[in-house]
């Protein structure tokens, strides 16, 4: 078992917030959707019926299997063979900081994707994280900052786009999310106004 599929990723019984994240991004979002990176299969369990996933981490992705999911061997940075203006929507949850071509990989989103239709990726908070975290993991090849997601996002065709902080998580806030009805921005925003650094930072670009 790797890592990734025995822990960081592992499979989970309780999905609500990766319901949760489906429901504040892709509600709206008919099928299909394509989660890359999707590891053990969590994101798509949400919805089978919709979203679909690829990985290259083939112990994740047995077990993803054996839950019954749609999911499949494919390197995110050899998509040639996804059909172009096939996805309504994609989810890439800290993908891009491992790839050697991050260029390529955004622009063949930006060919997967139909008009119209959303991306949302994830990726650490950089610079702050270069000093915290982001060399922890051996995989991360390059980091982005606000202004780099912007730079590559144009240069991949994008012209619209929105770029923000992810809220920092503690103990207790998913039953305040649950139950309070929080908005996640909001929390955010509070969070970065008495200097809690966010952790990751959230692209969201629109064909």
């Known amino acids: 078992m790797t890592y990734y599929s025995e822990k960081k990723y592992a499979k989970k019984d309780d999905l609500w917030f990766e319901r949760f ?15 890359i990176g999707c590891a053990t299969g969590n994101f798509v369990a949400v919805n089978p019926g919709i979203i679909e996933g690829i990985d290259i981490d ?18 995110a940075e050899k998509m040639n063979n996804l059909s172009s203006n096939h996805y309504n929507g994609i989810f890439a949850k800290q993908v891009i900081e491992h790839l050697d071509n ?8 930006h ?23 982001f060399w922890d993991d051996y995989t991360h090849k390059q980091p982005f900052t606000l202004k780099s997601l912007k ?11 929105k770029i923000s902080y992810e809220y920092r998580s503690f103990p207790g806030l998913g039953w305040l999310f649950r139950n309070l009805k929080l908005h996640p921005d909001r929390v955010a925003q509070f969070q970065n106004l008495i200097g809690i650094k966010s952790l990751a930072l959230i692209l969201i670009v629109e064909k």
């Open 151 to 161: 730079t590559i996002s144009q240069d991949s065709g994008f012209s619209k786009l």
């Open 102 to 109: 991050p260029l390529e990989f955004m622009k063949q989103i």
């Open 58 to 75: 083939k112990d994740s992705l047995k077990i993803a299997m054996e839950r019954g999911l749609n999911a499949r061997y494919l390197d």
């Open 21 to 35: 994240c489906f429901n504040r991004w892709f509600e709206h979002v008919s099928a299909p959707i394509l989660d």
């Open 111 to 133: 060919r997967v994707l139909k008009p119209g239709g959303r991306a949302v990726l994830l990726t650490p908070n950089c610079p702050w994280a270069l000093r915290k975290f």
